[in-house]
Each structure stands twice: as C-alpha cells, then as structure tokens.
C-alpha cells in the first residue's frame, strides 16, 4: 500500500476514520506485511451473489490478485469505492461500475478539505514514487497543477 510505503498511512486513517472498509483478503496481505488499519471493518463475502461476483472476477481477470478481487466483491456488496493504484484493478472496477480512486484522489481530497496542505500532498506522493508506486509522469504534473490551484 503506497500510503504505508511512504510513511502517510496516518493520513489515509484520518481523512476515511470509521469509514474504511477492506475484505478479509485484503486483510490477509495487510497481516503478512504488518500493515494494520484499526478503525478498518474487515468485510466477508457471504451471499452467493457476491461470491458468484468474486468468481467471475477470478475467472476474467486472472491477472488481479485475491485482494484486488476481494476488494471490488466488497466496494460492489457496500456501495463503496476501491482505492487501487493499480491499472487493470482500476479498468475493471470501471468495466463493473464500482466507483474507484487513487492515491492521487484521496491525495486532493485530504488538500480540499485542508488535511494537509498543497506542499504536504506533493512531498507525500514523491515519497510514494521513491517508495516504489509507479504514478506516470503526465498524472504527477497535473495534480502538481491541480494542488498549485488549491493551496
């Protein structure tokens, strides 16, 4: 998770407090790597309808993970948005209509309602890009654009 990799998962924890909401797939990553989310509600598939979803994710999309899969079954059975990185992840949540972001939108977000000021948001992403998240080159010169005419 970038937010984690860059020392910002505070700001993450802040912006969404009693609002995240990871699958039990996901929570099985975030164990193995130590990454704790307290104020997470760990959410398990249990109607056949959601299973059958993760399937069909499973089966289509063999190049998502179990977490990126659990975590669409979840954002599509809630309601709720899927916060990926990751292109096919975010492809296929739009393809299936499951509202996504990035860490570049939760990034804005957290400058609009004045979390953290244009200036921290910039240091936070760089530090996400040195901490191994590939963001193009294109999207960190517009939101630098975006936050310049924020903050």
């Known amino acids: 998770m970038d937010f984690e990799r860059s020392g910002s998962l505070d700001v993450l924890q802040r912006l969404f407090r009693g609002r995240i909401l990871v699958s039990d797939f996901v929570e099985h990553e975030l164990n193995?790597?130590?990454?704790?989310?307290?104020d997470a509600e760990v959410i398990a598939l249990t109607s056949d309808e959601?299973?059958?979803?993760?399937?069909?994710?499973r089966e289509g999309r063999p190049?998502?993970?179990?977490?990126?899969?659990?975590a669409m079954a979840v954002a599509?059975?809630?309601?709720?948005?899927?916060l990926t990185n990751d292109s096919l992840a975010r492809n296929c949540a739009d393809e299936f209509?499951?509202?996504v972001s990035g860490a570049i939108g939760v990034l804005e977000y957290a400058i609009e309602i004045g979390e953290i000021t244009a200036k921290e948001g910039v240091r936070i992403l760089?530090?996400?890009?040195?901490?191994?998240?590939w963001i193009s080159e294109d999207?960190?010169?517009?939101f630098r654009q975006r936050v310049s005419e924020l903050g």
């Not at 190049?63 to 659990?70: A, F, I, K, N, S």
């Not at 760089?126 to 998240?133: C, K, Q, S, T, V």
Request: charged share 15%.
């Open 126 to 133: 760089e530090d996400m890009i040195r901490a191994g998240a």
């Open 97 to 99: 209509g499951i509202p």
């Open 139 to 142: 999207l960190v010169a517009m």
């Open 50 to 57: 959601d299973w059958q979803f993760f399937i069909q994710l």
């Open 32 to 38: 193995v790597t130590s990454i704790t989310l307290p």
């Open 63 to 70: 190049g998502l993970g179990l977490g990126e899969t659990g």
């Open 76 to 82: 599509r059975c809630k309601g709720a948005t899927v």
